[in-house]
């Protein structure tokens, strides 16, 4: 990472996948350390799924919103926790044991959630699941950019983004497989232990990131590994590089004070650094990805599809798209830059956002009619349709939102036609179903549910390479080598804080303002990451770390973000100095 600056271009790409067979020692331990991704992307969606059949099994779960939303968001809580704790977890005892305690704590969740008995527990195992989900979502990317050479560090980063992308799509194809299973929930959550334990078992035969071994002094080990990353002509300008960087960083340290937080602030690098850092990873929540995968059962459910398994099922297709989209981003982010590719996959989100807010307008605008003649059909109507001045102006919607006790039966003939609105039971939705009738408890039925998929898709698409991967690759290359735990730690936390926040409000927002503007309000959030980005966020493509540091020193504002920026060579290179 420290030699000179490496053209960053396709070229970059092909040099990834040569590793298979000209270095798989790099491969193997970006691979490894990628199961921490692997895992943080499971457990994003196997709640989903699983959380359709945890409403079945605790009734109190059904019926209670804030507890839905209470199992989702006490893991965020937790990873919250973990990524505050994994910042100074990753600078005093390494990458590597940081990454085997979070495989320890995700492998106790996993075993709590699978036999819990009742929402309490499930509540507890999320919290374990949480906190070890939270520590490698920073240590695993860190690991793999420290060891990972120049060229092919947003590539091998991008993996770690890759594999979180296809712990997502294996949680999608595992919540199918189980669904007629005994059990179904507990198998979903349980399966967890396995990569878990794989990559515990595999860590231990990996090393330590070389560059934390020389800033603890252990230059002989480090230069060992350093050996084994790079090519014979290049590691010993790694070697001295990296030695004449943390030999900086310590006379830094001896120096100055303890590092502070505002001490951090005060030192301009890294003040720059952080800006661009947590603000990605605010934005990247607050767009709403985690809405779509954490939910994205419900959202399918909320267009029109009344099936659960249907709705695992389309889920799958937008989970198979953003594993698509991470591929895309290992092949473009070292060739277009990681500051337009933010740019670009930002516009199609706003795009395909406006999709969205359109289609659930007209979804909740146009619902069918509640028909008395078809609720009297049954001997369980909805209580707050037999008290109605008005019931020739209910509709599907209206019915929905009247308790959340009641349901909708829709008509034999059409779903799009009247049909009728009854207490919302087991015993209700069986009388329906012997009658070939689609029963919607959460969305009513629509015309328009294809083109709600539609937007899910393209959200994905454009999400998924660029604000989905980008974030992480800029948090792991931006700080210096003295603060990059603890930085990594803070953007990290940033983040968790912000998925908190987006999946514990996002059930109760579409319940009080609707989807339609739900969706809306991340319209405007998108416009202002796209404003963010352009001011805030440096291209980091090609550039070694120091001259990382250099170029958010010299740093001005630059809103013209299609021209090259200057090459990092005719930087000076300075130490970063406070303000």
Known sequence: MEGGVAEADVSAFRECLSLSWKNPYVLRLALSAGIGGFLFGYDTGVISGALLYIRDDFKEVDTKTWLQEAIVSTALAGAIIGASVGGWMNDRFGRKKSIVVADALFLIGSIVMASAMNPATLIVGRVFVGLGVGMASMASPLYISEASPTRVRGALVSLN??????????????????????????????????????????????????????????????????????????????????????????????????VSIMKLLKTKTVRRGLYAGMGLQIFQQFVGINTVMYYSPTIIQLAGFASNRVALLLSLVTAGLNAFGSILSIYFIDKTGRRKLLLFSLCGVVVSLVVLTVVFHQTTTHSPMVSTVETSHFNNTCPGYTTTMNPSQWDCMTCLKASPECGFCASRANKLLPGACLISNERTEDECHKEERLWYSRGCPSKYGWLALIGLGLYIIFFSPGMGTVPWVVNSEIYPLRYRGICGGMASTSNWVSNLIVAQSFLSLTQAIGTSSTFMIFIFISVAAIIFVIIFVPETKGLPIEEVE??????SLNFKFWQTSPDSSELPKQKHQSV
């Open 161 to 258: 983004g890759f594999l979180i992308t296809g712990g997502q799509f294996l949680s999608y194809l595992i919540n199918l497989a189980f669904t007629t299973a005994p059990g179904t929930w507990r198998w979903m959550l349980g399966v967890a232990a396995v990569p878990a334990l794989t990559q515990i078992l595999l860590m231990a035969f990996l090393p330590e990131s070389p560059r934390w071994l020389f800033r603890k002094g252990k230059e002989e080990e480090a230069k060992e590994i350093l050996r084994r990353i790079y090519p014979p002509q290049d590691v010993e300008d790694e070697i001295n590089a990296l030695k004449e960087s943390v030999e900086m960083e310590i006379r830094e340290a001896s120096a100055s004070d303890k």
């Open 550 to 555: 250099n170029m958010l020193e010299r740093r």
